[in-house]
Each structure stands twice: as structure tokens, then as C-alpha cells.
């Protein structure tokens, strides 16, 4: 029964998917984009990758769609400052995304993905395990992704500064 | 909890694959639809976010740890991505009082 619970969220995260890149006001396709992210956090846990989990909800949900929410609130943005594309360009979109996906689907239909372990008895997903690999074998790329926080940082700084001339 | 975790294995790996295809393409899809430069830059996450889900499963399914060190890495990027590319949207809005990725052409001389 529980096996449903799969379909369920795959079932949410599409549909919301769906519903972000179609939807005309910027401001409901961030907030179906935060729902999304959150039926995402949720397979993190069917899958046992607890740690994940969290991250996924603390960056994705509480700072990056926040940032997102703010710059469309900054800028004002609602339906009818939305640019409209012609339905010959829409339609194009729409089968040039298709076909990738029927691309991707035939090329990896004959695939055989023979699975290791259930994912429920996994269990490098927990905290206590990831935070070992992370600071045993990861520990350099780990510290560099300081300076890439730094280095985006001052970009962003440096990027928002009004002009002084 | 356990108990909810046990029956999980019903699930075959390849509903993971297809799963994260198709938000893949529903990605591709919104940054081809869309002239919202705001609503390009989503669907780039929507991409993101579903090799994220792909590696998160083959690595919980392989039992090796290094996929989710991986999407961890890529959650990093991610964030550092969207600050600096929203810090660049609103310059461009600051310049252009547009976020229309179609009044972008000064460039294309």
C-alpha cells in the first residue's frame, strides 16, 4: 500500500512541474515550484536519504525560493506584464521537449538497472554516514565550495550595487 | 516508520529513471515556452533538481554514498548559481526595466 505513496508524489511533482512552466502569473509558478521541491524532498525520504532531505528543504525551499519570491515581488511582476510568445513557438517548445523525453525514454528502456540494495535498508543516507564520507574522502572539495561561496558573494554584491559615479 | 520504509522496495529503479526524465524535459520544455527570464532561470532548477533525484536514487539503490556527497555539491552550486544569476536579473531589469528575454539583443550584432 505504501508502495503508493511513490505515485503519489510523482504524481504531485509533475502535475506542479506542469503547472509552473504554464502558469501566467510569476508569483504561482514560484509557489508551485515550492511544492514541488517539496513532493522532491519527500521521495529524498522514501529513498532514506534523510540528510538530503533536510538540505533539500532548508536551500531549495527556505532560501532559494525566498530569493526567487523577492526578486518577482521586486520587480512587480503579474499576469499582464507577462511577454507572450506566438502559439506557432509554443508548440514548437512543447514537441522539442517531447521528443527529448522520447529520446531519453528509448535510449534507456533496454537498460538493465539491477538494484544493489532496497533503498529502505541502505543506509548511507543518514547523517552519521554521509557527514564521515563527507569529511573523510570529500573533505577538499568540501572546504573549496567556501571559496565558491565567497567568490558568488561578492558577485552578488557587486552585481545589486547601484552604480556611484 | 520502518515498517513504511520496507515496502518501498516495490518501487523498480526504473520509475526513478523515467520519473526524473520527464521533470528533465519538463525543464527543457519551460525554457523553451517561456520569455519570463525569471520563469527560464525556474525551469533551470526544475532541471537541476531532477538530476539531483536521479542521483539520489541510483546511489540509494547501488548503497554507494558518493551520488548523494554529489548532489549535496550540486545543492552548493545550485545556490551560489541562483544568487549571483537573480543579482544579474536585476541588473538587467535595472537597465531594461524588462525581464523579457527577447529585449536581450544587444548582443547579437
Known amino acids: 500500500m505504501t508502495e503508493y505513496i511513490f505515485y503519489f508524489l510523482s504524481f504531485v511533482s509533475v502535475l506542479t512541474a506542469l503547472l509552473v512552466i504554464s502558469a501566467r502569473n510569476p508569483v504561482h509558478s514560484v509557489l508551485y515550484l515550492i511544492l514541488c521541491f517539496f513532493s522532491i524532498a519527500g521521495h529524498y525520504i522514501l529513498?532514506?536519504?534523510?540528510?538530503?532531505?533536510?538540505?533539500?528543504?532548508i536551500v531549495y525551499s527556505g532560501a532559494i525560493m525566498v530569493l526567487f519570491l523577492f526578486v518577482v515581488m521586486l520587480l512587480n511582476m503579474n499576469a499582464e506584464s507577462e511577454p507572450k510568445k506566438p502559439m506557432f513557438a509554443k508548440l514548437s517548445a512543447v514537441i522539442a521537449?517531447?521528443?527529448?523525453?522520447?529520446?531519453?525514454?528509448?535510449?534507456?528502456?533496454?537498460?538493465?538497472?539491477?538494484?544493489?540494495i532496497s533503498p529502505a535498508e541502505s543506509e548511507i543516507g543518514l547523517v552519521k554516514n554521509l557527514g564521515k564520507v563527507l569529511f573523510n574522502d570529500f573533505l577538499l572539495p568540501f572546504e573549496i565550495t567556501s571559496v565558491l561561496f565567497l567568490s558568488a558573494m561578492v558577485g552578488a554584491v557587486l552585481l545589486g550595487k547601484k552604480e556611484l559615479d | 516508520m520502518q515498517e513504511l520504509l520496507q515496502n518501498v522496495r516495490l518501487v523498480p529503479m526504473e520509475h526513478y529513471v523515467w520519473l526524473s526524465s520527464l521533470l528533465f524535459c519538463i525543464g527543457v520544455m519551460g525554457v523553451l515556452l517561456r520569455r519570463n527570464t525569471i520563469v527560464m532561470f525556474m525551469s533551470i532548477e526544475l532541471m537541476l533538481n531532477a538530476v539531483n533525484l536521479l542521483l539520489v536514487a541510483f546511489?540509494?539503490?547501488?548503497?554507494?554514498?558518493?551520488?548523494?556527497?554529489?548532489v549535496f555539491f550540486v545543492m552548493v552550486v545550485a545556490a551560489a548559481e541562483v544568487a549571483v544569476g537573480l543579482g544579474l536579473l536585476?541588473?538587467?531589469?535595472?537597465?531594461?526595466?524588462?525581464?523579457?528575454?527577447?529585449?536581450l539583443q544587444t548582443l547579437k550584432w
Open chain 1, 97 to 116: 521537449g517531447g521528443s527529448l523525453f522520447l529520446v531519453i525514454v528509448t535510449a534507456l528502456k533496454k537498460a538493465e538497472m539491477v538494484p544493489v
Open chain 2, 90 to 103: 536585476v541588473m538587467i531589469y535595472r537597465n531594461q526595466n524588462t525581464t523579457d528575454s527577447q529585449a
Open chain 2, 59 to 70: 546511489s540509494a539503490y547501488a548503497n554507494k554514498p558518493e551520488g548523494e556527497v554529489f
Open chain 1, 47 to 57: 529513498l532514506n536519504a534523510q540528510f538530503l532531505a533536510i538540505v533539500h528543504i
